[in-house]
């Protein structure tokens, strides 16, 4: 845990459900661990894949996943800079959670589009 800024560590010791929904806060944070599931990814990819996000809230929403240490940036040394994303171990221990959010997902879409009938 030692990748958790000292602000962040109010979270540990209380509710779980609060911890969760703190770290997984932003609009955006469930979607970005979602790709970063199926491989590294660079900035750019990244952001086509999710569409319809600004820079500015994709950089703050990465940051903040890398600062709950579920996220790693790596910097390569090139020309042009290349940065690339990645799950961390922590993050990898989400990929459960995103298999259920899809099968819930999948039932809550059917569920609805039936009701819509």
Known sequence: MD????????????C???TAQKVFSGKW????MHYLNEGPMR???????????TEATLTK?????????????KVYSEIPPKVEYSLT???DD??????????????YIDKISKKDR
Do not use: C, H
């Not at 944070?29 to 970005?32: D, G, R, T, V």
């Not at 903040?64 to 940036?73: A, S």
């Open 43 to 53: 900035y750019g990819e990244l952001k086509r894949k999710i569409g319809d996000i």
């Open 89 to 91: 171990a922590l993050g």
């Open 29 to 32: 944070s469930i979607l970005i």
């Open 3 to 14: 990748t958790i800024d000292e602000n962040k560590k109010d979270l540990f010791g209380k």
């Open 94 to 107: 989400f990929k459960p959670v995103l298999e259920e959010f899809k099968v819930w997902g999948d039932k």
């Open 16 to 18: 779980p459900y609060f």
């Open 61 to 73: 929403q990465l940051r903040m996943l890398e600062e709950y240490g579920l996220i790693n940036r």
